[in-house]
């Protein structure tokens, strides 16, 4: 019989099952008709896509368990991606149910016909380290994630009175990011802000717009690198994740999510920035003029 006891031990069946239930809630999780999905773009086909990515992983892993390890390791980072690309990963629910089959998958060993069980519930000899990895995968993720929190400062770090405007094509971190939110003190007291620490970061077409009863001024940079501890602290923002997902995040609101994957990036960024400090600040192009003032930055500057 096609589903009998001995026919599912020969293959990760259980795995395959979650894998094509995760699939199946990554796409119907949007709920949209056809048209509202293509109407959307990318962004909103991306739940079908993975969706149907993860379950035809499941049907794979039936017809050949020995792909195992290759299957297994692209449906965990499928459902990584979700996260940035699909409604947070179906809401977690699909992110979390494609992360278990894979790892299940990878960890997975075929039962030779007629071996006998295990003496005992330790390993057997000779066992292969997979289940013990597949277990540890979520730790060591959690694990080279720590790296990227900044230390501690020894006191507090003051900030302006009102926060500049920030806009940037492009923001990309470096590694993991850590999310949290704080009250950081300002020249007009405590201020609500969400704090992001990261290794290191990349913002494309920088422009710092001031905002503090002054003239405004504007400070254009082509490209602003920030390296070693890095902590941006910023009271609100908006971008497309991946370039796909538009989603805006607020220190009130809806706050940035605590671990941020480390090939996340985000286009079309603005923000309203209170702080920033990094160990290394490099810039490429930087201009500083009265807001009203229009022009190219010159080569080279």
Same mark, same amino acid.
């Given at each position: 019989?096609?589903?009998?006891?001995?026919?599912? *031990?020969?293959?990760?069946?259980?795995?395959?099952?979650?894998?094509?239930?995760?699939? /199946?809630?990554?796409?119907?999780?949007?709920?949209?008709?056809?048209?509202?999905?293509?109407?959307?773009?990318?962004?909103?086909?991306? /739940?079908?896509?993975?969706?149907? @990515?993860?379950?035809?992983?499941?049907?794979?892993?039936?017809?050949?368990?020995?792909?195992?390890?290759?299957?297994?390791?692209?449906?965990?980072?499928?459902?990584? &991606?979700?996260?940035?690309?699909?409604?947070?990963?179906?809401?977690?629910?699909?992110?979390?149910?494609?992360?278990?089959?894979? @790892?299940?998958?990878?960890?997975?060993?075929? &039962?030779? =016909?007629?071996?006998?069980?295990?003496? +005992?519930?330790? !390993?057997? @000899? +000779?066992?292969?380290?997979?289940?013990?990895?597949?277990?540890?995968?979520?730790?060591?993720?959690? @694990?080279?994630?720590?790296?990227? *929190?900044?230390?501690?400062?020894?006191?507090? &770090? !003051?900030?302006?009175?009102?926060?500049?405007?920030?806009?940037?094509? *492009?923001?990309?971190?470096?590694?993991?990011?850590?999310?949290?939110?704080?009250?950081?003190?300002?020249?007009?007291?405590?201020?609500?802000?969400?704090?992001?620490?990261?290794?290191?970061?990349?913002?494309?077409?920088? *422009?710092?717009?001031?905002?503090?009863? +002054?003239?405004?001024?504007?400070? %254009?940079?082509?490209?602003?690198?920030?390296?070693?501890?890095?902590?941006?602290?910023?009271?609100?923002?908006?971008?497309?994740?991946?370039?796909?997902?538009?989603?805006?995040?607020?220190?009130?609101?809806?706050?940035?999510?605590?671990?941020?994957?480390?090939? &996340?990036?985000?286009? %079309?960024?603005?923000?309203?920035? =209170?702080?920033?400090?990094?160990?290394?600040?490099?810039? %490429?192009?930087?201009?500083?003029?009265?807001?009203?003032?229009?022009? =190219?930055?010159?080569?080279?500057?």
């Amino acid at each position: 019989m096609l589903l009998s006891r001995r026919w599912r *031990r020969t293959r990760p069946f259980w795995a395959a099952v979650l894998l094509v239930l995760a699939g /199946a809630e990554l796409a119907l999780a949007p709920l949209a008709p056809w048209s509202v999905l293509i109407g959307l773009g990318l962004g909103g086909i991306a /739940a079908l896509g993975i969706g149907a @990515a993860l379950v035809v992983a499941g049907v794979f892993l039936l017809l050949r368990p020995q792909m195992r390890h290759y299957v297994g390791l692209h449906a965990v980072i499928l459902s990584v &991606v979700s996260f940035a690309a699909s409604n947070l990963g179906g809401f977690g629910a699909g992110m979390l149910l494609g992360i278990a089959g894979g @790892a299940m998958a990878f960890a997975w060993r075929p &039962v030779r =016909a007629g071996a006998p069980p295990a003496p +005992g519930p330790g !390993p057997a @000899a +000779g066992e292969s380290p997979s289940r013990a990895l597949a277990v540890a995968l979520p730790l060591v993720l959690l @694990a080279t994630a720590l790296p990227a *929190r900044a230390p501690q400062r020894t006191g507090p &770090v !003051p900030a302006g009175a009102v926060p500049p405007t920030v806009t940037t094509t *492009r923001f990309a971190p470096s590694g993991f990011t850590l999310a949290s939110v704080e009250r950081l003190p300002t020249a007009a007291g405590p201020r609500k802000v969400m704090v992001l620490r990261m290794r290191a970061a990349s913002l494309r077409d920088y *422009r710092l717009l001031t905002h503090d009863g +002054g003239p405004e001024l504007a400070l %254009d940079v082509r490209e602003l690198r920030l390296r070693g501890d890095v902590t941006l602290y910023v009271t609100d923002f908006s971008g497309c994740v991946q370039g796909l997902l538009c989603l805006s995040f607020s220190a009130d609101a809806l706050p940035v999510p605590p671990v941020v994957p480390p090939f &996340v990036f985000m286009t %079309d960024v603005r923000a309203r920035q =209170a702080l920033i400090t990094s160990d290394v600040i490099d810039a %490429d192009g930087l201009r500083i003029a009265p807001e009203h003032a229009t022009g =190219a930055l010159p080569p080279g500057s």
